[in-house]
């Protein structure tokens, strides 16, 4: 069992930044395969970008490519997502969540979710 908690929501305005942080605990963190998704106001939730156990491979939605960085630490137990260049089509639940795979781009394959970090960009 993984235990996901995120952090660093918030307002901020078009352009801006914001870094999110995911700190995980409950079972060996470095063998679990790590995501980033979204769910804004009526639609789907979608994913944003994924790291392997390792960090060496990433993956992001086209959204949100050139803008956003994905990465780990796993002394630490946490995984990060740096978004810069914020856009109001960003604005939504931010969840972290873990595979048991070492690395995935698909949603069903991911196991545990933490409860989701609101984060607005005003225009």
């Known amino acids: 069992q993984v235990h996901l908690v995120e952090s660093g929501g918030g307002l901020v305005q078009t352009g801006g930044s914001l870094r999110l942080s995911c700190a995980a605990s409950g079972r060996s963190f470095s063998t679990n395969g790590m995501g980033w998704f979204r769910q804004a106001p009526g639609k789907e939730r979608e994913l944003v970008a994924t790291?392997?156990?390792?960090?060496?491979?990433?993956y992001y939605a086209d959204s949100v490519k050139g803008r956003f960085t994905i990465s780990r630490d796993n002394a630490k137990n946490t995984v990060y997502l740096q978004m810069d260049t914020l856009k109001p089509e960003d604005t939504a639940v931010y969840y972290c969540a873990a595979s048991n795979l070492y690395y995935s781009r698909s949603r069903a394959s991911y196991d545990y979710w933490g409860q989701g970090t609101q984060v607005t960009v005003s225009s």
């Open positions: 790291i392997s156990r390792g960090g060496v491979t990433t």
